[in-house]
């Protein structure tokens, strides 16, 4: 009787063998240019960060696993970073420090390579959130670490020439360790758990290549399982591989704002009304001075991850729709500044308090299908007159982030060389010099 393959094995087979060839190269491209733009302001100190130097004092030395730490860390820092549906986390914060981290001990580098190996990365990312189906998140996971675990992996396993049995032990090992909860938004631990994801795929990729033994059959099974309630769809983790790449289809979706996606169509059905009641030739002043009440309806469930109501630092902010949505009705944007680390902004803090939620338990629950997410403000002013808009998760995803204009944001003068070799990434050397630059801001 023939053996049946393990999932382990056909999924390392994959990893090692399948080409993402030149079609992902412009996607990866674009997502290793955003990691850059939203870590380099906190590697630099342009906005305050007291985890970093915790950090950089626990790891002092700069192996490939505690470098790996520090640039999931300082990636994810500000919560400014790529997002990808399939994964519902963001994939790029965990991936690339570890691939950055193991490009920097090799003599010799291949940019097409390196892509190769994101996209595979992001290809495992997408399809195990797939596999462990909305349950995994709902459950208490933050998909990042957990799942981001196994797809950094994966990349490294692809980008270090790892054999199928060793990619097999890599992948096991790394499921044993990954971990994260959603318990922990709005703490320094939601980005840390970033980085401690990439240092435990590195180290499972550094033990499987120098000949650690572990389970290669059964692992991944298991991880499914449990990390799905008993829900999970494991052939999802293998079908259709590639047809097309997720790292072009869903895609990475880059971040307007500073602050969790899930506030993002809320932010920007407030800025609509606020844009309609300034082409009505009244002020903002006169807005806020005759608002009453406001109301933001969602799906049952929707605010799962912006699930913050009265936040009590910059951090917290980040995750609380009445926030979001009373920063951009005074300023027009969600202010970098108004969702860093320390105290609240207290004159968005005061119309933030006039902010109720009111989920539509007309709609299916957002669980069921988040892509059909939408959010609806209301304004209620003083002489009875009401101001809504509604904006689905779609829309918000169909305006186009320009990554480079975060690129340059986040340049210094000092550095406008080196963020012009960024923004081309064409070879070699400009994935050099970028390394470079992130072990010299460490």
């Known amino acids: 009787m023939q053996n049946k393959v393990s999932l382990t094995a056909m999924l390392s087979q994959l990893i090692v063998s399948a080409q993402p060839g030149t079609a992902v190269q412009d996607k990866a491209r674009q997502g290793l240019q955003d990691f850059f733009a939203v870590s380099w302001p906190v590697l630099t100190k342009q906005v305050p960060d007291s985890g970093l130097p915790i950090l950089k004092a626990v790891y002092p030395e700069r192996s490939p696993s505690s470098l790996a730490l520090l640039l999931g860390y300082a990636g994810h820092a500000l919560d400014y970073d790529d997002f990808h549906a399939d994964f519902r986390g963001h994939p790029g914060v965990v991936i690339l420090p570890a691939l950055l981290a193991w490009a920097g001990e090799m003599p010799e580098l291949s940019l097409p ?9 992001v290809e ?15 459950l208490g996971y933050h998909n990042t670490a957990s799942l981001g675990t196994l797809a950094a992996a994966a ?13 097999a032990i890599a992948l096991g090992m790394a499921a044993t360790q990954a971990s994260g909860l959603r318990a922990q938004f709005g703490s320094a631990v939601k980005p840390l758990h970033a980085g401690l994801a990439a240092e435990n795929a590195v180290r499972a990729v550094q033990l499987a290549l120098a000949g650690f033994d572990g389970k290669t059959e059964g692992v991944l ?11 999970a ?8 591989w590639g047809q097309p790449w997720r790292i072009i289809s869903p895609g990475l979706e880059f971040k307007p704002f500073a602050t969790c996606a899930g506030t993002h169509s809320a932010a920007e059905a407030a800025r609509d009304i606020r844009l309609r009641w300034l082409e009505s030739g009244r002020s903002v002043a006169q807005l806020l001075d005759s608002l009453e009440h406001i109301t933001v309806a969602f799906p049952p469930g929707g605010d799962i991850a912006a699930s ?34 320390g105290d609240v902004n207290a004159e968005i803090m005061s119309l933030a308090e006039k902010v109720t939620r009111t989920p539509d338990e007309s709609v299916p629950p957002d669980a069921i299908n988040p892509a059909l997410r939408f959010h609806e403000v209301t304004l209620y002013l003083d002489n009875g007159e009401r101001l809504s808009q509604r904006r689905t998760r779609q829309q918000s995803l169909a305006t186009p982030v320009n990554v480079l204009a975060k690129l340059d944001a986040a340049c210094t003068p000092d550095k406008a060389g080196l963020f012009a070799r960024v923004a081309r990434l ?14 010299d801001a460490l």
């Open 113 to 121: 390579h390196f892509f190769d190996a994101y996209a595979t990365g």
């Open 124 to 138: 495992v990312a997408g399809r195990l959130g797939l596999a462990v189906t909305q349950k995994h998140y709902t």
């Open 155 to 167: 990349a490294l396993a692809r980008f270090s020439g790892a054999t199928e049995e060793q990619t």
């Open 221 to 231: 099974e298991a991880f499914l399982q449990i990390g799905s309630g008993g829900e």
């Open 233 to 240: 769809s494991p052939e999802k983790l293998l079908r259709d």
């Open 308 to 341: 913050v109501r009265v936040p009590g630092n910059g951090i917290e902010a980040r995750f609380s729709l009445e926030y979001a949505i009373a920063g951009m009705l005074i300023y027009n944007d969600l202010r970098m500044a108004d969702f860093a680390e």
């Open 426 to 439: 064409e070879d070699e050397a400009d994935l050099r010099q970028l390394i470079l630059a992130l072990k």
